[in-house]
């Protein structure tokens, strides 16, 4: 069965940075685009970045540009954020998540989340 | 920036229908796909593609998108529907995934 599993989060300064993995099973994993989503306390679902399968290409959201990327390793079955310059918007629960792979962009399994809290 | 705006909260009494809209500009030019979340868990998918249901999702589950407006349908409406809803398109002109704002379904 598809596993998604993050690692990586905790209690960092702002100004500070951070790296999150996520280790994917159960399906190929270079066939498929994979993103990163991300939910502050208490508040909606936001859209932080997405990358396709094999192109250099990524997709962010404009409040993590310049700050964040997104990376991957088909070999190892693994998805990275590298998070520079937090700061305390960042605060949130951030999850890992497969696009459906159908061209419309919707994503069908998510990992359980993992904790980032930016603070002094 | 393209937004999607959903209703705060809809309540909804069991066995009843629940509809839950997302509106944006030409919305219906874009394929729509919802979420359901539950407290303390992570999202599911339950429609994508307007209307499509993934597999193991219920029946009760419908979507529809036109003109500037797309709905998520709960047919028969049970206790275990209640859930904050989200919907989400990819805007392909701007290379932006945008989620709607969240609908908590209340069901009384």
């Known amino acids: 069965q598809v596993q998604l599993v993050e690692s990586g989060g905790g209690l960092v300064k702002p100004g500070g940075s951070l790296r999150l993995s996520c280790a994917a099973s159960?399906?190929?994993?270079?066939?498929?685009?994979m993103g990163w989503i991300r939910q502050a306390p208490g508040k909606g679902l936001e859209w932080v970045s997405f990358?396709?399968?094999?192109?250099?290409?990524?997709y962010n959201a404009d409040s993590v540009r310049g700050r964040f990327t997104i990376s991957r390793d088909n070999a190892r079955n693994s998805l990275y954020l590298q998070m520079n310059s937090l700061r305390a918007e960042d605060t949130a629960v951030y999850y890992c998540?497969?696009?459906?792979?159908?061209?419309?962009?919707?994503?069908?399994?998510w990992g359980q989340g993992i904790l980032v809290t930016v603070s002094s | 920036s393209y937004e999607l705006t959903q209703p705060p909260s809809v309540s909804v009494s069991p066995g009843q229908t629940a509809s839950i809209t997302c509106s944006g500009d030409?919305?219906?030019?874009?394929?729509t796909c919802w979420y359901q979340q539950k407290p303390g868990q992570s999202p599911v998918l339950v429609i994508f593609?307007?209307?499509k249901r993934p597999s193991g999702i219920p029946e009760r589950f419908s979507g529809s998108n036109s003109g500037d407006t797309a709905t998520l349908t709960i047919s028969g409406t049970q206790a275990m529907d209640e859930a904050d809803y989200y919907c989400?398109?990819?805007?392909?002109?701007?290379?932006?995934?945008?989620f709607g704002g969240g609908t908590k379904l209340t069901v009384l």
């Open positions: 998540a497969r696009d459906r792979g159908d061209s419309t962009i919707s994503f069908d399994y």
């Open positions: 159960g399906f190929t994993f270079s066939d498929y685009y």
């Open positions: 990358i396709p399968s094999h192109t250099n290409t990524i």
């Open positions: 030409k919305l219906g030019d874009e394929f």
């Open positions: 593609q307007d209307n």
């Open positions: 989400q398109v990819w805007d392909s002109n701007a290379a932006y995934v945008i």
